[in-house]
């Protein structure tokens, strides 16, 4: 079946790290790709995502490349803020199905 | 425009209790969802609604857990009775149509416990 897997967290850094959370996954075909946002105490945002091979997603200053060779769509930013501390999530979609398939999630903890 | 809607946010019941929560989508979004997160994963999705008929329950454990989309607007999850391992983030999601690349908007979720 299809599945996402990312890098346990939490993943601790100072303001204006670079960051990369790392995600892989395995699918039966070509999905799309997405990264998903919980900050603390609300709902679940798109962040970004990439349709097809080599998209290149991007947001708010973060990016992820979709790899069909590595089967990888990993997260990064060039530096972090504070408000960046999130939980963060990557998945995948079949169009046809609409239904999101999640990895188990990053906390990502920014500190001043 | 309106977001997700979800009602309550936090609930605690005894194991086999009754519990039902409540989702309200973006006007017009044809589409449904009802996600469970369990505390430390990601969310796993329960049941799926393209207007009110059922898309996919295949991840519902149907001897517990019931959902209804009365009219393709309003939504209700329940579970009857409940189990310790039912604890956790129950997250309604809508899109504005099956298929294509469609964005799903989250609500803010109800968290369960379960004592």
């Known amino acids: 079946g299809n599945s996402v897997t990312q890098m346990e967290g939490p993943v601790t850094l100072s303001e204006e790290a670079f960051l990369t959370i790392n995600c892989t996954y395995t699918?039966?075909?070509?999905?799309?790709l997405f990264w998903y946002v919980q900050y603390p105490g609300e709902g679940l945002q798109l962040l970004l995502k990439?349709?097809?091979?080599?998209d290149k997603g991007s947001n708010k200053g973060f990016e992820a490349t979709y790899r069909k060779e590595t089967t990888s769509f990993h997260l990064e930013k060039g530096s972090v803020q504070v408000s960046d501390s999130a939980v963060y999530f990557c998945?995948?979609?079949?169009?046809?199905?609409?239904?999101?398939?999640f990895g188990g999630g990053t906390r990502l903890m920014v500190k001043p | 425009e309106a977001g997700v809607a979800q009602s309550p946010r936090y609930k605690i019941i005894e194991k086999r209790q009754s519990v039902a929560f409540w989702c309200n989508p973006i006007?017009?979004?044809?589409?449904l969802y009802w996600y469970q997160q369990i505390l430390g994963q990601g969310p796993k999705l329960l049941i799926q609604?393209?207007?009110?008929?059922?898309?996919?329950d295949s991840q519902l454990p149907k001897d517990r857990f019931s959902a209804e989309r009365l009219k393709g607007v309003d939504s209700t999850l329940k579970i009857q009775p409940a189990k310790l391992e039912d604890s956790a983030v129950y997250l309604c999601?809508?899109?504005?149509?099956?298929?294509?690349?469609?964005?799903?908007?989250f609500g803010q979720g109800t968290r369960l416990t379960v004592v």
């Open positions: 999601a809508s899109s504005l149509e099956r298929g294509g690349t469609t964005e799903a908007f």
């Open positions: 699918a039966t075909g070509y999905p799309s």
């Open positions: 990439a349709t097809k091979a080599d």
């Open positions: 998945a995948l979609r079949f169009n046809a199905g609409n239904m999101l398939t």
């Open positions: 006007s017009g979004h044809a589409t």
């Open positions: 609604f393209q207007n009110n008929g059922v898309v996919d």
